[in-house]
């Protein structure tokens, strides 16, 4: 496969996972009681919108449709945000886990705007070098102000009292065991084994 076709999968991917969150940020609004986060959650919801905009543009440079591939890890780092909104923390607690779920989003978005900025510019394509850039410094902006808005929420968190332990839930059930599965497949290439409980 040519590095064009590596490029145009990588950004149908991005492609998608931006529009995924444009369905998925109102929730973590709607989800924080914290008045900063619940603003930059709103004020990147209209960054994502013309983020896939400008992904139409570059799919427009290169003669090609921007639909055609699901983006299964977005969708994997979303669900981590629908847990964390799920979660029966409260106050702070609660508040470090829609950060925590966010920067993973950020995060995610990043790398992919990166790699897909190298191949672009192996390719020789400034206009989308140039477009991809601009996207990725809103990503890495947005990773830093949901850092400094978070920084006074963990510490109050870190104050808050452990509420007592309630019954796992069958999805925190099933998570458990595959995280057990996930230890027990990676015990031999660590070269360590495993306990099991």
């Known amino acids: 496969m040519a590095l064009k076709s590596v490029l145009i999968d990588e950004l149908r991917d991005l492609y998608s996972a931006e529009n995924q969150l444009v369905k998925a940020l109102p929730n973590l609004a709607k989800g924080s009681k914290n008045p ?98 601009s996207t990725l410094k809103e990503e890495v902006s947005a990773a830093k102000k949901i850092t400094a808005a978070g920084a006074p929420i963990m510490k109050l968190s870190a104050k808050e009292p452990e509420a007592p332990k309630q019954p796992k839930t069958g999805k925190e059930k099933y998570s458990a065991k595959k995280s057990k599965e996930d230890e027990s497949h990676a015990a031999p290439e660590l070269g360590t084994s495993t306990t099991v409980s």
């Open 36 to 133: 900063k986060l619940k603003s930059i959650f709103t004020d990147h919801l209209a960054e994502t919108k013309g983020q896939v905009e400008r992904l139409k543009k570059v799919f427009a440079e290169l003669g090609e449709k921007p639909t055609g591939q699901h983006c299964n890890g977005m969708e994997g780092v979303i669900e981590e945000g629908k847990d964390a909104l799920e979660k029966d923390e409260e106050g702070s607690s609660f508040e470090a886990g829609l950060i925590g779920a966010a920067l993973r989003t950020e995060h995610y978005e990043i790398a992919g705007y990166e790699a897909s900025i190298s191949m672009a510019t192996a390719l020789g394509m400034p206009k989308i070098v140039k477009l991809l850039n």
